[in-house]
């Protein structure tokens, strides 16, 4: 069985507007930047393939943070929202004819090494899947894949502009499976100071 040929997904491009305006791949844990940790993640699972979107900030991003093992792509259309940089990354992976790509938008930088194993492990079992999302007591965490399937989906389904990438993971024709990983850290959104501090506290 031929391993999946895949991109991984970080998406680093927003505002930081709850965040005060300090960019958020520019916050540290553990010493590394958001931006920095993820990438480091996704290379220690094996993912060789992987994609920076960046917008906000773009220059201070480049010049303070290590992306050397990632090709950055630079979203001039940040503003737009989330959707616009995930629509970024599905181009690259068009571009390089990916099986799938795994999404990781840089407000979850504490997602581990082994959840995204598990992610990949399971899409080379199961190929046939359009999305696949670690869970943990049964809810559903980052970073989800989504196989080329869905990418004409990301790129052009109506129901994407309101829900954004969601709209395809819930969308009645979509096959979304799932594996359980079993690690809260999957959970961990960080988009204001006070849910920063709180991760720092609790899994740093």
């Given at each position: 069985m031929s391993?999946?040929?895949?991109?991984?997904?970080?998406?680093?491009?927003?505002?930081?507007?709850?965040?005060?305006?300090?960019?958020?791949?520019?916050?540290?844990?553990?010493?590394?930047?958001?931006?920095?940790?993820?990438?480091?993640?996704?290379?220690?699972?094996?993912?060789?393939?992987?994609?920076?979107v960046l917008?906000?900030?773009a220059?201070?991003?480049?010049?303070?943070?290590?992306?050397?093992g990632?090709?950055?792509?630079e979203?001039?259309?940040?503003?737009?929202?989330?959707?616009?940089s995930?629509?970024?990354?599905?181009?690259?992976?068009?571009?390089?004819d990916?099986?799938?790509?795994?999404?990781?938008?840089?407000?979850?930088?504490?997602?581990?090494?082994h959840a995204?194993?598990?992610?990949?492990?399971?899409?080379?079992?199961?190929?046939?899947?359009?999305?696949?999302?670690?869970t943990?007591?049964?809810?559903?965490?980052?970073?989800?894949?989504?196989?080329?399937?869905?990418?004409?989906a990301?790129?052009?389904d109506?129901?994407?502009?309101?829900?954004g990438?969601?709209?395809?993971?819930?969308?009645?024709?979509?096959?979304?499976?799932?594996?359980?990983?079993?690690?809260?850290?999957?959970?961990?959104?960080?988009d204001?100071?006070?849910?920063?501090?709180?991760?720092?506290?609790?899994?740093?």
């Amino acid at each position: 069985m031929s391993e999946p040929s895949l991109i991984g997904l970080i998406t680093a491009a927003g505002k930081s507007t709850r965040m005060g305006g300090f960019p958020k791949p520019l916050l540290t844990v553990e010493r590394d930047r958001f931006v920095e940790r993820l990438i480091a993640q996704y290379d220690r699972a094996g993912v060789e393939d992987i994609v920076v979107v960046l917008g906000h900030e773009a220059a201070e991003v480049r010049k303070r943070a290590d992306l050397s093992g990632a090709t950055v792509v630079e979203n001039e259309r940040y503003e737009d929202g989330m959707l616009s940089s995930v629509r970024e990354g599905v181009r690259e992976a068009q571009d390089r004819d990916a099986d799938g790509l795994l999404l990781s938008p840089v407000d979850y930088p504490l997602i581990p090494t082994h959840a995204i194993s598990a992610v990949i492990d399971a899409f080379s079992e199961q190929p046939a899947a359009d999305v696949i999302q670690p869970t943990t007591d049964g809810g559903r965490g980052h970073p989800p894949l989504f196989a080329a399937s869905t990418f004409d989906a990301l790129l052009h389904d109506p129901a994407t502009e309101t829900e954004g990438a969601r709209a395809v993971v819930y969308a009645d024709d979509t096959d979304t499976r799932e594996v359980a990983v079993d690690d809260e850290r999957i959970f961990v959104d960080i988009d204001t100071p006070e849910e920063y501090w709180d991760a720092v506290k609790r899994f740093a």
